[in-house]
Structures are given as C-alpha cells and as structure tokens.
C-alpha cells in the first residue's frame, strides 16, 4: 500500500526543494515514485508486527511519516542529506515503532474488533456462560 503522495511530499516540502535533491539527469515524478513506494513498505515492514496488511485504507497519519521517508531515501541516494532530513526520518522510524509495540496508534483508521461472532478471522474469540454461582445463590 503507498501511504504517500507526490502531492503531499510537495506540500510538506516545497517542490523546489525536492527537485534540489534531484540530479539534474533523473526523472523527478519517477524518482519520487520509486521512493514513495520504498518507504511505504519500510512503513508495511514496522505495521506488520501488528496489523494484517494490507490495510483497508491508508491512515492519513502515515503520510507525512512516508513523505519524510521518501525524502530521505532521496536525499541518501544523492548525496544531499541534512540533519533536517535525518532527523524527521529518525521521527518517523520512531513513530512507526511506537505503533508496532501498540504505545501509539493509526487514529480513525485504526482496525477495530468487531462484536460479530462470525467476523473472526484467526483472532481469537472468548465465549462464556452464563454465570453459576454468585454471592446470592446457594
């Protein structure tokens, strides 16, 4: 699943700025491509300690995570790494492991557990009766 767009990697980055990163022989809408899809599954890797993938839907939480990870993956390539680059790819990394040890999460597009008996699918599924004994009954 891509979590990014080139799109939002603009708004977050400025288009001027990523085609810096660029040298001047290499195809910008390809590269950029090349390097959403790289970070999206170095995010599919750190989600899929908790989550079946793929997911429903691309939690917006994930795209500027992904956009900063594609920067970086860019920036490495061509040797225009800063500090501020690193460093929101470190952020991201750092997110992406809160959520696959579960202290952090994917907000509204979070998978639910469903109440639905027939919507298990390898979860696992408690079932009780109806209780015994109690402090009223003999």
Known sequence: MIYATLAQMERDWGADFLGDL???DAVYADAYAEAIAKASAEIDLHLSARYALPLQTA???LATPCANMAVYHIA??????????????????????RIADGKAGLGAE?????NDPDASAGGAAFYASERLFTRRTP
Do not use: F, M, N, W
């Open 76 to 97: 490495v390539r061509h040797t225009a790494l800063t500090s501020t680059i690193e460093d929101r790819y470190k952020q991201a990394v750092a997110l992406l492991e």
């Open 110 to 114: 979070e998978p639910r557990v469903t």
């Open 22 to 24: 660029l040298p001047e």
């Open 59 to 61: 939690p917006v939480g």
